[in-house]
Each structure stands twice: as C-alpha cells, then as structure tokens.
C-alpha cells in the first residue's frame, strides 16, 4: 500500500510558500520609512533604537496577520468562549499597566496542544489550549501574558523583521491539519510572514528583557511575581528528556535555561514575595477543558500513531475522541483525513461537512472539504470551498486546484492567473502549478 502522509494540528512545516510579492511590500515599507524615521526611544526601556518601522505599520502588520496567524496555529477555542473571556480579562489587567496600554490588545486561546504563547506587533497575543493545561493559577497565566506583553510593547518582533531574521529565516513551524496535498509546503502571503513572527525563536536579550518587565507588570496588577520564578522552572523542568517535536514549540521559541530561572527569583526577592494567586479561579475556569481532555489526549495519540503509520489505529483513537466530544471540528476533520487516506472519499466529506458545520470559519477545513469535492468532480463545492479557505489563509495548493477548475471548465485566462499565483510557492505544488502554466502557454 501506498503510504499517504497525514499531518495534523500538531505538525511542524518544514518549507514555505512566501510570495516575492508580499515580502517586497513589506521591504517596500520597511525602506520608505527607514526615509523618515530612523532612531527613535523603545517604548518599555527608554534606550534609542533603529526604527525602521513605524508604529502605524506595526499596528497595520498586527492586524493583518492575527486570524491567518491564529488559523495556521490550530485556530480557537471555540468550545469554551468563557475561558477566553477569562484570559482576555488577565490580560487586559496586565496591559493596562504596561508601557504601551494604548496599544490594541487582543488576547485569544488556540486549539493546540503545544504548549506556547506568541505575541504579534501591536499587542495581537495568543495562548495555547496545551500551556493553559500545565499551569497552576491565575498568577502564573499573568506571568505568561506579561511576558508576551512585553514581547508586543517592547517591539521585539518589528525589530527582528528590521534586521532580516525574520523574513530571511524561514519557517519555524505552523501547527495545521494537512494531509497528502502538499498543503504543508504552501501556505503564502501574510499567513506565512504571520507565523515566522509568532514562531521565530528571541535573542536572549529579548526573553530576559521580557521576562524582566513582565515581573514588573505582575507586580503592578497585583500578582505573586514568585509565578514567574515557578513558570520558568516548570519550563526548565518540562524541557528536560522531551523529543524534538516537543521542544520545537514552546521551548524553541522561548528558551528556557536555569539562568532565567536565577534572574527572576533575584528580581522577585529584591521586589519582594506577595500577591493574588487565584488557583481556586483558575482552576475553576478550566473545568470544562479538563473534562474534555480525555478527548484531546486520544487526539494526540492518534496524531502519534499516524508518525508510525498505524492509520487504523489513529482512526479507532479518533472515534473515541469523538464520543467523549462530538462537538470539536478538529477531530472530525483528522477523521476525513484517515477515512481519505483508506479510500473512502464519500464518508471522508461527511466527515469535513462536519468540521465546517461546527468551525466553519477554519480555513484548513473549508480547504480539505474542497480538495475533497474536486477530487469527486463536484468543481462547484470545491471552488465555492477552496475560494473562502484562501480569503482566509492562501494557499498554492487552492490556487493551483482553482486554476485546474478553471482548465475544467475552459476558462484559460483565468487558470493562467491562478496557475502563475500557485507557481510562486516552492515545492512540488509551485512545480505543478508552472508545468500546467507551460502547458496553456503551448496551447
């Protein structure tokens, strides 16, 4: 048997579909303010600092890339909007006491068991099902949103876009459920640029400086400053025998070491020991998620058993994932994966109509739904599909089955233009897209 490879939520991407368009628009503007601009005083250290970027395209890059960002990470936890609630009013506490309170915070929870946290420019801050769950109290969730506010108001991400670390570096991992398609090589546009700001790892003078004004901010807001001491810890303690898969999440981007530890136990005792903790209320917001996660941990075990290629295994993990919580997309969209994988198309769409009924603002499921539906002919679903997955998250693989649609269907100029939008991806899917392109132009 052919072996298909299914990835999923937790999945790290190892090549990219950055478009040349979208990275010169961003150098474009990088280089017309650097005109303008020039050194200007960061905001959380008071020291001068090359400022090639302006603070309304921070705010603009922020904006922008936030839900394709949050989508290509596991997209929300929809299935408790209070506990989102909760975490944005942490987080809310927290800003209003930074340096910038006036930037547009925004404060959500993913749908990934990774644990992690990122900050985009502009104060757009996510956290992950999978931090929340090894966390004690409301304290030590302050001590992890300080520290992304940090990140946020300090500019740490403008800045390593201004050097080139960002747009040079390549991808450091985008967490969604692809499969055999070569949906993992081509997510493109701000979707991509998004996730290297999210996911490429800080400078330890960024992760100490964040941690640094982070106590700070706890202690403005009221907090026990010793959560950032025992949050460090754990990640010390958690990073310890860990696989590389594990340690390319949170660890990667955020790395922990005894050092950071030392510090922030120094700082604490100097700013002294004391504070609101909250463990009763924050262990009473995450009721409903430790419930379910039996439901998650199955999900991870079939994610496990599909590395070692045991696809029935997975699917009878999945089933049982399902039964403890019908409701999360996540786990009906894995299941079109492996009922694809085993040939059986027809319940393989039920499964994806079941995701896009439940999350139908998710792009990676409105996409599989729609590769799905070109691949039973049905051109109609599929580019109605396909279509809004990529007004979410671009993708080459959409464009390149839009423009096979529109060969279908003898509308040549228009494959053209998806084919030459698909064809700036790399890999095998821009390969397809500028051999089928060749083929038009021979007529």
Sequence with gaps: MQVIHITTQEEHVRETGVTNRNIRHWLAIALTATLSTGCAVNPVTGESELSLIPQSQELAMGAEQYIPTQQTQGGQFYLDPELTFYVREVGNKLAAVSDRPDLPYEFVVLNSSVPNAWALPGGKIAINRGLLTQLDDEAQLASV??????????????????????????????????????????????????????????????????????IHYMVKAGYDPMAAVELQQLFVDMSQGQSADYLSSLFATHPPSQKRVDRNLALTRELGVGGYRGRDEYQRRMAFLKTRQPAYDAYDEAVSLIRQEDFEGALNKVASAIRIEPDEAMFHALRGQLLEHRGDVTAAAGAYDKAVSLYPEMFSYRLRRGLNAFARNRYQQAREDITEANRVVPTAIGFLRLGDIAVAENRRDEAVRYYQTAAEAGGEVGEEARRKLAKLAQG
């Design 145 to 214: 949103i300080g520290h992304e506010i940090v990140h946020a108001a300090a500019r740490h991400s403008v800045q390593r876009m201004q050097t080139g670390m960002i747009l040079n570096a390549g991808m450091a991992g985008l967490g969604m459920a692809m499969g055999d398609s070569g949906l993992a090589n081509v997510v493109m546009g701000s979707a991509n640029i998004g996730s290297q700001l999210a996911l490429a790892q800080y400078g330890q003078g960024d992760e100490l400086e964040s941690d640094y004004y982070g």
